[in-house]
């Protein structure tokens, strides 16, 4: 794609759509008292802090968010961070479900979701209405897509990523034409004959531009470009959700075609996938770099001092603003933001989602004569394999580890999910307890 094809879309021509997603309940318990897109991630982001500056990076400021669980403190994060200049036509907004004296029902899925607030996106002047998933890792310039949407003369265009065999049983696999008009859509094909039917010939490789060689899979990332005509004559009908209803009818009676991504793209729906995806940013090479300047992920400016490391030993961690890491062995790790960790504590394999505050010398007092430990994460702990929420107090000599333990644990005290132990948010581990 030439940079004058990629640069000739304008903000004016794109209105965006960010899916907040439904309760979560694979991301459980990081969803128990927000939405999916609020979760943190690498220590002082939000997952929706994606997509936004994806959109920002590609010039496109008129941003709606779609959601209806949990979404007091997305709110929160948005109204605190996305605010543009006011003689520009930008904007980050959400739109919540909310029953009416026409409509008493809550989002039924993600076509629903966009169907219920139609007449609102219609009110605005655009050409091309961009559909993202609220929690998904990757940065893609999305005037790219625009521009291949245009040059084919797409009424639809999907965000594909090649994927192998092993892959595609968790995915919705596409069969395209040379040309990459969309023939067919498969969700979740298992049957090895249906498969063979479904990969890409290796003669058209080196023409789509793919790079890795072997058997590939096109699978769908979530991500659509609808032209505006279409978008009520498509949604004019019970279909609930794009990906396992819209588009599969959409491609039997219009152009639907792809549009193939080859960066790296998780998405996070699962605590494991969660978990793997915030712990390959301390490698060396990290798949997603946060580092890239060139399009930047923004999040909430938050004016915090510098870390402070006393005397601590450090491997391939990452450590977020106003930490205080005192005598310490943290390895392959994120510690969050205003995390505290004591003498003589050992993490390894854990992300620390860190806490919303300081807590005061006087909280402090009292909650150590109600035998509670501080937030933050105590002295002589030895702690692995872990997520630990926001504001959570962990005392001293705590051991956490899901060794030995099921893959799927509800305690009162925390969970297990995926073979990962779970602290929620505002849990409170007591002194000694050895999980």
Request: charged share 20%; with cysteine; net charge positive.
């Amino acid at each position: 794609m030439s940079q004058s094809g990629r640069h000739s879309v304008h903000d004016s021509d794109v209105l965006c759509v960010i899916m907040g997603g439904g309760q979560g309940t694979r991301l459980f318990p990081l969803t128990k008292e927000r939405a999916k897109p609020a979760v943190p991630l690498a220590g002082k982001y939000r997952l929706v802090d994606i997509p936004i500056s994806n959109c920002i990076n590609s010039g496109f400021r008129r941003i709606y968010i779609l959601t209806q669980f949990n979404s007091t403190s997305l709110h929160g994060h948005i109204s605190r961070t996305y605010k543009f200049d006011p003689f520009s036509s930008g904007f980050v907004e959400i739109l919540a479900a909310q029953q009416t004296l026409t409509n008493t029902s809550w989002y039924e899925g993600t076509a629903d979701a966009v169907r219920k607030n139609l007449t609102h996106f219609l009110n605005h002047d655009f050409k091309y209405l961009i559909i993202l998933s609220g929690d998904q890792l990757y940065r893609m310039d999305f005037r790219r897509v625009v521009a291949q949407h245009i040059q084919t003369g797409a009424d639809i265009t999907v965000a594909t990523i090649p994927v192998n065999r092993q892959e595609c049983a968790a995915l919705g696999i596409l069969q395209i034409a040379e040309d990459r008009h969309i023939l067919r859509f498969e969700e979740k094909p298992k049957d090895p004959a249906l498969l063979n039917t479904l990969h890409l010939p290796a003669e058209w490789h080196e023409k789509l531009g793919l790079q890795n060689g072997g058997e590939l899979f096109l699978a769908s990332m979530g991500i659509y470009v609808f032209n505006r005509g279409h978008v009520r004559e498509l949604l004019d009908t019970p279909l609930s959700d794009f990906g396992k209803h819209l588009i599969p009818h959409a491609i039997r009676s219009h152009r639907v075609f792809s549009y193939i991504f080859q960066g790296y793209w998780e998405d996070i729906g699962t605590i494991r996938s969660f978990f793997n995806a915030n712990l390959d940013l301390v490698s060396e090479l990290p798949r997603f770099n946060f580092f890239d300047m060139s399009a930047p992920i923004f999040s909430r400016p938050r004016y915090l001092p510098a870390s402070k490391i006393n005397g601590a030993r450090i491997d391939h961690a990452l450590i977020a603003d106003g930490c205080i890491i005192n005598q310490a062995v943290i390895a392959r790790s994120i510690v969050g933001l205003r995390t505290t960790v004591g003498t003589g504590t050992q993490l390894n394999r854990v992300v620390t989602m860190g806490s919303d505050f300081y807590e005061s010398a006087e909280s402090i007092a009292q909650n150590e004569r109600e035998g509670r430990p501080r937030i933050g994460i105590g002295a002589g702990c030895k702690i692995e394999n872990a997520i630990i929420d926001k504001n959570a107090r962990i005392g001293n000599n705590v051991t956490l580890s899901p060794a030995g333990k099921p893959e799927k644990v509800d305690h009162e005290l925390y969970y297990i999910r995926d073979g990962i132990v779970i602290i929620p948010k505002n849990g409170v581990i007591p002194h000694g307890t050895v999980i």
